[in-house]
C-alpha cells in the first residue's frame, strides 16, 4: 500500500511541479517594459476587436397597413448579422391582393469582405501577440541573443499596422453602408406593396449599432497601439545600433582630433 501510494504522490506532483517550474520560469517583470505591457494591450484589443464585430446582430422592420379591410396590420421583422450577407437575408412582403398573401424578399448589399477581413486580422493578431509573449517571458535570452527575432517581429509589427489601418477604415466604410440598407426606410422603400395607393407603410424596429460602432472604435485603437509599438520593437533590432554607432563614431575622431591639435 506505502508503495502504491508513494507513486501516486509522486505522480501527483510531476505535473505540479512542472507547472510551478514553467511559472517561476516566466519572467513577469518584461510586462513592466514598453515591449511587453504594449503587446498585453495589443492582445486584450484584438480579443475586443473580433468579439464585437463577430457577435453582432440586429433587427430592422416596417409596418403594412393595407387598405383592405379584409387583412390587419402586417408587421415585418427582419433580422441580420456577421458577416452581413444581406443579400441572403430574406423576409415576407404581404401584398394587399385577395389572391395572394405575400411575397419573398431579400435585403440589399454583401458587406461580408470588410467584416470578414476585420474578424480574421483580429484572431490573426490575438494568436500573434500571445506568440510574442510567451517568447517575450519565457525564452527573452533567445529574443536578445538572436537577431533575426527582433528583425522578423519588427516587420511582422508594420505590417500588422498597416493592416489595421485599412481593415478599420474599410469595416467603418462598410459599417456605414449598413447602416443605410437596413434602415427602416431603406426597407420600405425597396416593397413594391409601399409605392401603391392600396397600402400605407409606416417605419418599424431599428436596429441598434451600438456594438458595431465600438467595434470600428477597438480597430483603430488597434491601428495606434501597433504603430506606436513600431518604435519599440525597432529599438530591438541590429539597425537601431547600427545607427547609434554610427552616431557615435564621427563624435569619436572628432575629439580624438581635438585632442591632438591640443597637444600641438
Not at 474578424?119 to 533575426?148: C, D, K, Q
Not at 477597438?218 to 525597432?234: D, E, H, Q, R, S
Request: proline share 4%; net charge negative; charged share 15%.
Amino acid at each position: 500500500m506505502s508503495s502504491t501510494e508513494s507513486s501516486g504522490r509522486t505522480a501527483d506532483k510531476s505535473p505540479r511541479q512542472q507547472v510551478d517550474r514553467l511559472l517561476v520560469g516566466l519572467r513577469w517583470r518584461r510586462l513592466e517594459e514598453p515591449l511587453g505591457f504594449i503587446k498585453v494591450l495589443q492582445w486584450l484589443f484584438a480579443i475586443f476587436a473580433f468579439g464585437s464585430c463577430g457577435s453582432y446582430s440586429g433587427e430592422t422592420g416596417a409596418m403594412v397597413l393595407c387598405n383592405n379591410e379584409a387583412k390587419d396590420v402586417s408587421s415585418i421583422i427582419v433580422s441580420f448579422g456577421y458577416p452581413f450577407r444581406l443579400h441572403r437575408v430574406q423576409y415576407e412582403m404581404p401584398l394587399c391582393d385577395d389572391d395572394s398573401t405575400s411575397k419573398t424578399m431579400h435585403l440589399m448589399g454583401d458587406f461580408s469582405a470588410p467584416a470578414e477581413f476585420f474578424v480574421t486580422l483580429g484572431i490573426f493578431s490575438f494568436f500573434y501577440t500571445m506568440a510574442a509573449l510567451v517568447l517575450y517571458l519565457r525564452f527573452h535570452n533567445l529574443y536578445t541573443e538572436n537577431r533575426r527575432f527582433p528583425l522578423v517581429d519588427f516587420c511582422v509589427t508594420v505590417s500588422f499596422t498597416f493592416f489595421w489601418l485599412v481593415a478599420a477604415a474599410a469595416w467603418g466604410k462598410g459599417l456605414t453602408d449598413i447602416k443605410g440598407a437596413t434602415r427602416p426606410s431603406s426597407l420600405t422603400a425597396a416593397m413594391s406593396v409601399c409605392h401603391g395607393e392600396e397600402a400605407v407603410c409606416s417605419a418599424g424596429a431599428t436596429p441598434s449599432m451600438g456594438l458595431a460602432n465600438i467595434s470600428v472604435i477597438f480597430g483603430f485603437i488597434n491601428f495606434f497601439l501597433w504603430a506606436g509599438n513600431c518604435w519599440f520593437v525597432f529599438k530591438e533590432t541590429p539597425w537601431h545600433g547600427q545607427g547609434q554607432d554610427q552616431d557615435q563614431g564621427p563624435s569619436q575622431e572628432s575629439a580624438v582630433e581635438q585632442g591632438a591639435v591640443e597637444k600641438q
